[in-house]
């Protein structure tokens, strides 16, 4: 993984983001919003818009979350905040009653500070491959390449992009993209690594905290696997800071010293299913 790839606060490019066809979701979205999150009868209460984002994610999409936040800041149907943080962009929201909001934004930024931080992100990233790896080892898969980009004879060139892992069981090698981040996988950088693992002819697979459906679904089509997490796992000797931003941001971090059985074992079904359909 290269350091961008850990860029994961960032908020989609206002551009970007209404380029997408508006969709009725959207309005219900609005309506969720104003009710116990932002409404009149909300409280004193500030959200930072990852916290939306994820709170609701069951439900909506990420960029409709997004969206419905920004058509009600328009509105002037809730209170808005934008704080710089270096590169990364923070974006708070509140209900117009709450007008001294100061203290819980800068609680919020010290903890966001903390995780944006460069360093830590690419730490993030490392945790989330060595955990995978020694899920691999323990259903007993092989791990055949690292960050690579070529795959026998058949080498990628369209774009400087690699994949983490090259894995083998059975006869069956899978490409593998781990993604140890709050938010959704980049829409581009997610199509290319798709790419990348078909033109290879091998199982593409993706592990992250959460991906929306339509990725999913291109996944299952190209004869993939995802393995969802659920949660953004921290170093252990982070832990003090996943339980600080969990218990401040109601965000899902949590330090773990091994990827769930539960989880490997949807994997290891997974394989199991084509193993004995003898397919590659």
């Keep these: 993984m290269s350091d961008e790839d850990y860029e994961w606060e960032r908020y989609i490019d206002e551009e970007v983001e209404s380029s997408r066809p508006r969709d009725s979701k959207v309005d219900e979205v609005k309506e969720v919003l104003l009710g116990s999150f932002l409404g009149k009868d909300a409280g004193e209460v500030v959200y930072y818009g990852r916290q939306l984002e994820v709170q609701l994610e069951r439900q909506y999409f990420h960029w409709i979350t997004k969206r419905g936040l920004n058509e ?8 808005f905040t934008q704080k ?11 209900p117009r009653r709450h007008r001294y909001p100061n203290r819980q934004i800068n609680e919020s930024i010290g903890l966001i500070r903390e995780f ?9 990233g490392h945790n989330g491959e060595q955990l995978a790896d020694a899920g691999f080892a323990r259903i007993g898969f092989r791990i055949l390449d690292e960050n690579f980009r070529a795959v026998g004879d058949k080498k990628w060139t369209e774009s400087r992009h690699n994949l983490d892992r090259l894995i ?7 490409a593998i993209e781990i993604k140890n981040q709050l938010g959704y996988i980049d829409q581009t950088e997610f199509e290319t690594k798709l790419a990348m693992m078909v033109f290879f002819g091998v199982r593409p697979m993706f592990i992250a905290r959460m991906m929306p459906k339509n990725y999913i679904n291109d996944v299952f089509k190209a004869g993939g696997f995802c393995l969802l997490l659920g949660d953004q796992h921290y170093p252990l000797l982070a832990a003090g800071l996943a339980k600080r931003v969990r218990d401040t941001l109601g965000l899902p971090t949590h330090a773990v010293k091994a990827l769930p059985d539960t989880a490997l074992k949807r994997f290891e079904t997974f394989h199991q299913r084509l193993a004995a359909k003898g397919t590659k």
Aim: aromatic residues 12%; hydrophobic residues 40%; negative net charge.
């Design 116 to 124: 944006s931080a460069s360093d830590f992100t690419r730490a993030l």
């Design 72 to 79: 009600l800041k328009a509105e002037g149907a809730i209170a």
């Design 84 to 94: 710089q943080l270096g590169d990364v962009t923070a974006h708070f929201y509140r």
């Design 168 to 174: 083998e069981r059975d006869g069956i090698q899978y």
